[in-house]
């Protein structure tokens, strides 16, 4: 009898592990890849060290002559779409191994500001230009991504990041210190914001107000994200899963989202 129960269980158990799958596969939900590819072209910071790929062994090469490849890659923490821990600008926040996955598996929001910003370099986002679009998200969990229209331009490094010819400052959209402090005030279920831009802060700004605050506030920062697809603005949730760097203040992410059809 024990057993009969104890099958029966375990039976139950799998059903109930099944159904997320059940729901994820009926062809109801499709995924959105938000990540830039890693290369040797990949945008980065400007004194960050860039990301190296280089090849160690390829080829035919073990005793029974199959195949074997193996290659080698070196960069910087802030780099193409990565996540900025709190410990970035904060003595006391968390490094990236220190983030739970329950405020990295969240409902997403994508506020698209994109036709406001119209491919302007200059573009700061005030809190005027969104008081109807931000979503509070009835109270739960969530990451908001900004969209202005960056991703497009990843491939062509210098009108990314607005480069002078003398390469020694920068130039592209970014949040106010304002929009910062009204997250950080008014929606306390915001676990993390994104951006698809190089940088939370405009490309001109040189103390990182936004950065600051959002960072002491204990949210994590998603930088180049790639969000060239039209995902709806509600309605998704986010998978923004690092490299598990432990003492990390920042790492390469993969960010997808599951969106219904």
Known sequence: MLFVVLLSFYFNLCIAKASLNDVLFTGEYEFFDLTHPFDNNTVYWPDAEKFIFSKKIEGFTLDDKSWYASYDFTAGEHGGTHIDAPYHFSSTGKRVGEITLDRLIVPLIVVDV????NGDPSFVLYKHHLDHL?????????VII???GWSKYFNE???YLGLTEAQDTLNFPGLSEEIAEWIKSSYKNVVGVGVDVASVDPGSSTDFPAHKI????????????????????????????????????????????????
């Open 157 to 159: 490094t210098k009108q």
């Open 134 to 142: 931000l979503n509070d998200n009835l109270g739960k969990h969530c």
């Open 146 to 148: 900004f969209k202005f």
């Open 214 to 261: 959002l960072l002491h506030e204990g949210l994590y920062i998603i930088e180049n994200v790639n969000i060239n697809s039209n995902i709806p603005d509600y309605g998704c949730t986010a998978l923004a899963l690092p490299m598990k760097i432990a003492m990390g203040t920042g790492a390469p992410l993969r960010l997808v989202a599951i969106c219904p059809k």
């Open 114 to 117: 994109s036709s406001i910003v």
